[in-house]
């Protein structure tokens, strides 16, 4: 693991977690040290095996982009309240 980037370190925790089978994934800012085809990458996967495991998923993530193209739902917050929430387009 010392060898690995920070991207490749975050694919081997995110790896670990799925392999792990939980009924809820949760990912808090998976994608930070990914580049964009790698997060794009990231999140196919995660929606990919939400669907097929029929199970949920939790992300934390800036990037508001990526969370209306793939969440079902976003909460947006600002100092720890929550500004607003709804069903993203991909709902």
Same mark, same amino acid.
Do not use: F, P, T, W
């Given at each position: 693991?010392?060898?690995?980037?920070?991207?490749?370190?975050?694919?081997?925790?995110?790896?670990?977690?799925?392999?792990?089978? /939980?009924?809820?994934?949760? !990912? &808090?800012?998976?994608?930070?040290?990914? &580049?964009?085809?790698?997060?794009?990458? !990231?999140?196919?996967? /995660?929606?990919?095996?939400?669907?097929?495991?029929?199970?949920?998923?939790?992300?934390?993530?800036? &990037?508001?982009? !990526?969370? *209306?193209?793939?969440?079902?739902?976003?909460?947006?917050?600002?100092?720890?309240?929550?500004? /607003?929430? *709804?069903?993203?387009?991909?709902?």
């Amino acid at each position: 693991m010392g060898e690995l980037s920070g991207g490749e370190r975050q694919l081997v925790a995110i790896a670990r977690a799925l392999a792990q089978g /939980a009924e809820i994934l949760m !990912l &808090d800012e998976a994608s930070a040290h990914l &580049d964009i085809r790698h997060a794009v990458a !990231l999140y196919e996967l /995660a929606l990919g095996e939400v669907s097929a495991r029929r199970s949920a998923c939790l992300a934390v993530m800036h &990037d508001l982009n !990526l969370a *209306g193209a793939y969440a079902h739902r976003v909460v947006l917050m600002k100092e720890g309240r929550i500004e /607003a929430s *709804g069903r993203s387009k991909k709902s």
